[in-house]
Structures are given as structure tokens and as C-alpha cells.
Nanobody, 126 residues
């Protein structure tokens, strides 16, 4: 059974940092790209970042470039999203998801992801 579980969310002040984790099980995570997405209240879910497999290339939406870093630890079946210099507009539920096709360049398109975690809340407020 494919499962992705996010953790690491919380409440921080503007300028603060958080590291989100996405632990994958039930499939060979090394073969599939992983994406991070977020959904703010009243807004559509949007792509934040993704990491391809197996080459590990990374991609970011413009609003988080230079502030967020995606990485993976294959030994732990975990993908991380390090978020620095957080802003109130980063407040959202953050989700990780697995690419529906293995061994390809990942994409920041929601429809290309099959399996989703339950999400973790990130709140940035003073």
C-alpha cells in the first residue's frame, strides 16, 4: 500500500524557518519524483517544488526560489522541504505527492501526481 506521510509543520514568525518531511512507503521511492504542494484557505492547491528521480534535479515555483530547498535521503525514504525566510503568504497546508510516472523529470503540475499525503499545516504569523 502506497503511503506518504508529511510532518514538520507548525507556527512560526515571519522570517523563521521550518523543515517539512515526507516519508514514503509501499513503493520504490527512488524511482519516482516527489513534489511538494500547498493549499491556502480559499485558494487552489499550487505546486511549490519537486525533485526528480533518479537524477535528483530540483525545481521551484518562483515565489519560493532562494528561500526553500527540496532534498531527499534515499536511505530513509524521506524527502525534505527546508523553508527559510518564511512569509505570511506561505501559510497553507503543505502536501507531498509521488509522480505517477517513474524515471522522468518531475513537473510542477498537480495532475501528474498520483499519491498524496494527508498534509501538514504551516502558519506564518506575528
Amino acid at each position: 500500500q502506497v503511503q506518504l506521510v508529511e510532518s514538520g509543520g507548525g507556527s512560526v514568525q515571519p522570517g523563521g524557518s521550518l523543515r517539512l518531511s515526507c516519508v514514503a512507503s509501499g513503493f520504490s521511492r527512488d524511482n519516482y519524483g516527489i513534489g511538494w504542494f500547498r493549499q491556502a484557505p480559499g485558494k487552489e492547491r499550487e505546486a511549490v517544488s519537486c525533485i526528480s528521480s533518479p537524477d535528483g534535479n530540483t525545481y521551484y515555483t518562483d515565489s519560493v526560489k532562494g528561500r526553500f530547498t527540496i532534498s531527499r535521503d534515499n536511505a530513509k525514504n524521506t524527502v525534505y522541504l527546508q523553508m527559510n525566510a518564511l512569509k505570511p503568504e506561505d501559510t497553507a497546508v503543505y502536501y507531498c505527492a509521488a509522480d505517477r510516472i517513474q524515471f522522468r523529470k518531475c513537473t510542477l503540475v498537480l495532475g501528474e501526481y498520483d499519491y498524496w499525503g494527508q498534509g501538514t499545516q504551516v502558519t506564518v504569523s506575528s
